[in-house]
């Protein structure tokens, strides 16, 4: 081991403005995080006596009970739709391929005012049992706003995280495991349970972590069908009793819940690994399926495309057409104005510090540069309405220490300057989806080593003239996959810019959700619309910039 001197000269010697800004930046994200732990060390006031006495049972029942079920389900909804589009060909297999992904597109919440919505009692699908087929209907089966409805809501849509995973490994890497077994006389189905789920439970692990983060960041699908969630908590006891100590207390505690998934999920991943026996990865070859088996697959993957992503988007299609003459006006487009600007503004800071700690980490695999890249993960694992305690209480410390200079540029006393601001907003995107772009960016640079940037180097070229020169040109596809996956979140992130934006500002996420809290869904799904329109087009391309990096 050596000797802190010898770690000290090292450290040195290796520093640079690349270290430095990834530093800086890994300890800024860490900070809200710091925040919200201390609140459990904190004296608790009246308010938390009463919700640990009568309430805190009922929220942590009501979240696991939430997460546990949604991760079943979308884990045997992923794999199995995995497993079919990556090892059998079917009809519009190659559509269903990118096809199934597009309910990433729909937030949970959109999904679940249109669902509510289709099947309350003046809603398209028990009109349809009245009025077409004459039958009347047992209110019973229709009630969707309850726990089982939000089961159904989350696992049709946040299923692809499971999918995506587990496809892309079972194409890449299951091929020679999977022949040997065909080889040997085994079926589709010993296969599928013997060979494919044991094989991929690294990937299907990471999948559903993925799933049991979004649900529990989840506001307004949990607000909206009176789901007593931990997130939902956190906003009542914050705004409907005006105590942010026993929210933080809140927050504190399901950040630990969510560092607890993520030590189960390491443990999980490292139980088993599985090396391909013939030293190479070689593509899974498909069967293709004839008579019964190949309309059972597309039957299958058609009626989730239908459930997940295409009557959902109808539906609010149908809507809109009805109510945009109302909605679409002059403030309207200040709400895509907004929307577009502070992604873009979000994602472009984001992927510039990706960039710039990605390339600064790959050099250095030190223990400090493994604890910054833990550090810039950590956003994505908290959920919004937990950053946002933390993020506020950093800007306003922030604030009050800078007090002395804003008086000096004329502000009154106790103004609040940072605080409530773009500023803020920004930087909480920044420190929640962080790890997307830095994921991304990382991949990028894994694929390609790091061979080309030392030749460049010892031709006596630095470190950043050789980013710009030789990694960026290479890496250009994995920076633009960040991009588009960091943009797709921040635009239809919703508890996040509920809680931090500043005054009378706006996004198609808040306005959605203001009109769908008003009861007013019709006029909810003008800006549902744009919101899922922008993912689909940001899921297509990521499909075709992975298809080029494939091929």
Known sequence: MKKPSVMLRDTKRKLNGWIVISGIGAIAALLPSLYILTGLFRKPNENWAHIQTYLLADYAKETLILVA???FFTVMIGAILAWLVAAYEFPFRRFFAWGLALPLSIPPYIAAYTYGSMFSYTGSVQRFFRNTLGMQVDQRYFDILSMKGAIFIFTLFLYPYVYLVTKTFLERQSAAFIENARLLGKGP?????????????????GGASLVAFEVLNDFGLTKHFGIQSFTAAIFKTWFGMNDIDSANRLAALLMSLMILLLVV???LRRRKSYSSPTGRSAPLQRRKLKGAGAGAAFTICLVVFSLSFLIPVIQLAVWASWTYDDVINSSFWVLIRNTIG???LAVLLLIIFACIAANASRFDRSIWSLAMTKMIGMGYSIPGAVLSIGVLAIFISTDERLASFYKLLGYAEGKLVLTMSLVMLVFAYIVRFAAVGFNAVETGFEKRGIR?????????RGLTRTFFTVDLPMIKGAVLTGFLLAFMEIVKELPLTLLLR?????TLATKAYQYASDEQIHQASVPALILVAIGVVSVLIYHRIGERQSA
């Open 69 to 71: 079920c949604t991760v």
């Open 189 to 205: 189905i010993t296969i599928f349970f013997r060979i494919v789920l044991p094989l991929s439970q690294a990937a299907i692990v």
């Open 265 to 267: 999920e390491r443990l």
């Open 342 to 344: 502070i992604s873009l």
């Open 452 to 460: 080309y940037a030392e030749a460049s180097r010892m031709l006596g």
């Open 502 to 506: 500043p005054f009378n500002f706006d």
